[in-house]
C-alpha cells in the first residue's frame, strides 16, 4: 500500500515496515539532486521529525518521517549517487526503511487521489 504526506513524501507499506522517499512533484521543484543526508540506523523518529535533507541545485529541503518508528535501512547507492532521487523517485530512489511503531498515523496519510489534487 503505497500513502503520500502533504510534504511530499511517499510511503510503501508492507506489513510492519515502510519505504520512504519523496514523490515526482518534490524531485522535480527540487531540481537536479546532489546530495542526501541520510538518517542514522536503528535511530528512532517520532511523525513529522526531521529524518534526512536533500540538497539539490537550487535549493535544500528536509525530508520528514512519514510515521514514527525505526530506521532498519537506508539506501546507500542513493548516498553514492543522489541523482536516482530525480531518475527513479518512487523506485531505486528511495531514501530508507522504517519499522512503524504506530500503525494508526497510517490512516492519517494521503492516498494517491488525495496527493495528486494537493500537489497541483
Do not use: C
Not at 510492519?16 to 546530495?35: K, P, R, S
Not at 534526512?52 to 546507500?76: C, L, Q, R
Amino acid at each position: 500500500m503505497i500513502k503520500y504526506t502533504p510534504d511530499h513524501e511517499w510511503l510503501n507499506i508492507d506489513g510492519d515496515t515502510a519505504t520512504v522517499g519523496i514523490t515526482h512533484h518534490a524531485q522535480d521543484a527540487l531540481g537536479d539532486v546532489v546530495f542526501v543526508d541520510l538518517p542514522e540506523l536503528g535511530k528512532t523518529f517520532a511523525q513529522k521529525d526531521v529524518a534526512g535533507v536533500v540538497e539539490s541545485v537550487k535549493a535544500a529541503a528536509d525530508v520528514y518521517m512519514p510515521v514514527s518508528g525505526e530506521i532498519t535501512e537506508v539506501n546507500e547507492a542513493l548516498r553514492a549517487n543522489p541523482a536516482l532521487a530525480n531518475t527513479d523517485p518512487l523506485g531505486a530512489g528511495w531514501f530508507f526503511k522504517v519499522k512503524l511503531s504506530n500503525a494508526g498515523e497510517i490512516d492519517g496519510l494521503l492516498d494517491e487521489t488525495a496527493y495528486n489534487a494537493l500537489a497541483q
